[in-house]
């Protein structure tokens, strides 16, 4: 833990409570209170309930095999496929004219999906990939922006049994090199560009650069040509295809979907760890496809009928939940979206959700931030009336941002359910049933049925009521995460060594951890505090502070650096950086751009630094450890905690004076 044995403090005030509609209520996929007690007593039998919304090739002998914690398996001896659960099923039960996905470009084009469009499609894809030697449990890295060919080929490896590995199209050339150098990937999916505000943007050329980074090669690239007359000229090498090409080359073949294993991977993801490598999560297909699934339909509150709205990036582990893999589950419409909230203009969400009538919609907290900073006449030029559900995700919401969104955004009749999840658990774990549960701004809400989330102190024991602590989650769950790509030793240190018996083999001693800090009132109901960790969650994406200064590091001139998340008005977190430089290095703003530039070419824009502070020192215990919570402090404007451990306090001053000048 970061702070050693120190408590968590707790001084949140009560929260305000708003109940949902009796009209929503009437309709909800779920409103009787009594599924949190037939959960509990019905566990792990309970989750029958989301494989039941699946169609199974093989039915499946057990729900929970947990004879070896901490790798539980679900679904045991069960055998399905995604693609076909996500679109074929669709079709032949007589929804092939319902639109699967819709979606809005840059620059006002729209595309338009129907399941019988998409099923032609994955299935020439599956096929164009199955040509090009992709077999079964082969690793298929996806490197693209908000473009339907992203999901397209998600739903095209898992028709082929090959996991996908989708890198975020903001990541740098490096970060796509490390990502399929750990997957041991060796079929890439991309695209000539993009636009980013109104501008095209060259992703081949990175993604080239990221290629020559691969260790052990690539046998083939496929580029969706995205910019037409927009684009960079760029000529396909040997082993690069152009998309198009493909499915015309492949056009009107039909793949049989694989039958996969329960526990076979569907997808990795890897996600930002504290120690400088990110982890290759891995998830696979029963268990994962069930709890998205049942989750969107239960908290999401997803009818088939209804047009869906997640406004995250495919990239991140929301996009797969939640934009593909849970909402064409169950054969809704999902709608997607090329750049920036507020390109053309501010009011552009809005303009979407009145265009497309959109029922439901799930946006980020940094984006509501965004969006209370430009006032509420954007979106009252709008009629927003098809609105039925809120949603938020990424990162705690204040109270304040909350109030806003149900007011300005749900006309205050829409329930706004405030998700808590992570990119290991696979789906939300503690949020509110909309239709059971009251709201309370502020605070995600409690555990989810079925899920056992407690908050404990430092040994291991709950804390009462009001107190704050540290988030645990106690018996397994179908969405988890298996292991670690490769590394199950890391798996088990990173995410069960802090309250569990490793020792023993009775699940009942086996803990989950995620690493944030916690508080719990009377109601059961779950406010998250943050991460105790070194990550950085910036506009809800979580950067390893490990990776960040070792881009900084690596910038000529820099001879240590440290970095900590502070305050942001937009960002939630935005990234500081610290910074003592080799001597005789001049520390002018030349090198400051030097190493924005650094990072971003390392990371990506994403991590990008909001202030780099050079300091001759970083405060350290005697142990030469970097005291990262008084960084935090000093970036935040906060009163400086005990510095009587350090080995050089007087720095501490020094730092926090110059970082006032800025």
């Known amino acids: 833990m970061a702070d050693g044995d120190t408590e968590l403090e707790a001084r949140l005030v009560e929260q305000e409570e708003f109940e949902p509609s009796e009209e929503f209520v009437a309709q909800a996929n779920v409103s009787d209170p009594a599924v ?166 060259d992703h081949l050329d990175k993604a080239n650069e990221g290629l020559d980074g691969v260790d052990h090669g690539v046998d083939a690239t496929v580029v969706v040509d995205r910019l037409g007359d927009d684009g960079f000229g760029h000529d396909l090498k040997g082993n690069q295809h152009d998309w198009g090409d493909l499915l015309d080359e492949h056009a009107g073949e039909r793949i049989d979907p694989v039958e996969r294993d329960a526990e076979d991977m569907l997808f990795l993801m890897y996600t930002s760890g504290t120690t400088g490598q990110p982890k290759g999560v891995k998830h696979t297909t029963g268990g994962y496809l069930a709890y998205a699934a049942w989750t969107s339909q239960a908290v999401l509150d997803i009818e088939k009928e209804d047009t869906y709205w997640c406004s995250a990036d495919i990239g991140w582990i929301t996009g797969h939940s ?81 109030k806003w969104y149900y007011k300005h955004i749900g006309n205050e009749e829409c329930p706004v359910v405030d998700t808590w999840w992570q990119t290991e658990t696979g789906g939300m774990m503690i949020t509110t049933l909309p239709g059971v549960k009251k709201m309370k701004p502020g605070s995600a809400g409690p555990p989810l049925p079925g899920i056992d989330a407690q908050i404990v102190d430092t040994s291991g024991e709950q804390v009462d009521a009001g107190r704050a602590g540290y988030l645990t989650v106690n018996k397994p769950w179908p969405g988890m995460l298996r292991t670690l790509y490769n590394n199950d030793e890391r798996f088990i240190q990173e995410y069960w060594q802090e309250y569990s018996d490793t020792d023993s083999d009775d699940p009942d001693d ?41 881009a900084i590091v690596g910038v000529e001139g820099v001879a240590e650096a ?36 650094g990072v971003e070419d390392a990371i990506g824009p994403i991590a990008r630094p909001e202030m780099v502070v050079f300091t001759p020192e970083l405060p350290k215990t005697r142990s030469g450890k970097i005291m990262r919570r008084l960084l935090e402090e000093i970036a935040n404007g906060e009163e400086l905690g005990d510095t009587t451990t350090l080995r050089n306090p007087e720095v501490v001053e020094s730092i926090q004076r110059q970082v006032e000048s800025e």
């Open 562 to 597: 440290a970095v900590v998340g502070g305050n942001h008005e937009v960002k939630g977190e935005a990234v500081y950086a610290y910074v003592i430089t080799e001597e005789g290095q001049d520390e002018d703003e030349a090198m400051r751009q030097r190493i924005i530039e």
């Open 322 to 402: 939640y934009i593909v893999y849970g909402p064409m589950a169950l054969g809704t419409t999902t709608v997607m979206y090329e750049g920036t909230p507020d390109f053309p203009n501010r009011d552009r969400l809005w303009d979407i959700i009145e265009k497309y009538a959109v029922d439901i919609f799930y946006t980020a907290p940094t984006a509501i931030r965004a969006f209370m900073k430009w006032g509420s006449r954007f979106p009252e030029q709008h009629d927003l009336s098809s609105l039925r559900l809120l949603g938020t995700v990424g990162e705690p919401i204040n109270p304040r941002a909350w």
């Open 36 to 201: 949190y007690d037939e959960f509990e007593e019905n566990w792990p039998e309970c989750w029958e309930r989301a494989a039941e919304m699946l169609d199974w090739d093989e039915a499946y002998d057990e729900v929970l095999d947990d004879s070896n914690p901490p790798f539980y398996e679900w679904f045991t001896g069960g055998k399905l496929n995604v693609s076909y659960n996500c679109v074929d099923r669709h079709v032949e039960n007589g929804d092939k004219n319902r639109v699967a996905i819709k979606w809005e470009g840059e620059h006002g084009e729209t595309r338009t999906y129907t399941y019988q469009d998409l099923y032609r499609e994955v299935n020439e894809f599956a096929a164009a990939l199955r040509d090009l030697g992709v077999e079964e449990d082969d690793v298929v890295t996806l490197y693209m922006p908000m473009i339907p060919e992203l999901p397209i080929a998600m739903l095209a490896c898992a028709r082929i049994g090959a996991p996908h590995s989708v890198v975020f199209g903001g990541f740098s050339a490096d970060a796509l090199a490390t990502r399929m150098n750990a997957a041991d990937s060796q079929f890439l999916v991309t695209c000539d560009g993009y636009y980013r505000r109104g501008d095209p943007l």
């Open 510 to 550: 086996w803990v989950y951890f995620p690493e944030d800090g916690a508080k719990i009132d009377g109601d059961d109901y779950i406010t998250i505090l943050g991460r105790v960790d070194d990550v950085i969650n910036v506009s809800g994406h979580r950067l390893g502070t490990m990776e960040i200064e070792s």
